[in-house]
């Protein structure tokens, strides 16, 4: 008998591995960059229409970054204008992880977007995550924030 039980652990942890990796899960999956559903910023799942939703996220991440944003005193003072990349992931859970600025222009810009964007997870409603296969994944997130006078 103790023999069966010595042989039937590595082939259930063989099964579940088959299985993990059939359904494309593995324990140290990289974040991915295209799914299927894309994460969405939230206020929108009341919309039935997926194009629907889409759009209305879009414009209210939009409103979220813009009323959020503060141009940094130097940067004004000096007319700085430009566009700041911030790539961060979406989580499974929909929180907003592992921030960093992919290309800035300098005098405190990339700081304030990059701000902007962790302050995401101080809101009530966290994002949509990205869905690949029907079930929540990690979604590399690429975000470009532009800094116009006015």
């Not at 023999?3 to 991915?32: H, Y």
């Not at 961060?88 to 902007?116: H, M, P, Y």
Request: charged share 30%; with cysteine.
């Amino acid at each position: 008998m103790a023999l069966k039980k010595l042989t039937v652990a590595p082939i259930v942890t063989l099964l579940l591995l088959m299985f993990s990796l059939n359904m494309g899960i593995t324990q140290d999956e990289e974040p991915l960059k295209v799914v299927e559903e894309m994460p969405r910023f939230p206020g929108c799942e009341h919309l039935e229409r997926k194009n629907e939703k889409e759009r209305c996220s879009q414009t209210e991440l939009l409103k979220y970054i813009y009323g959020n944003l503060i141009y940094p005193d130097e940067a004004r003072a000096q007319k700085l204008e430009g566009t700041v990349i911030i790539k961060f992931i979406v989580s499974e859970r929909g929180k907003i992880e592992d921030v960093s600025i992919a290309r800035d222009i300098g005098l405190g810009c990339g700081e304030a977007a990059k701000n902007v964007v962790i302050s995401m997870n101080d809101m009530k409603e966290a994002w949509v995550p990205g869905k690949q296969r029907g079930m929540n994944v990690d979604v590399n997130f690429t975000l470009p924030v532009r800094f116009r006078l006015e």
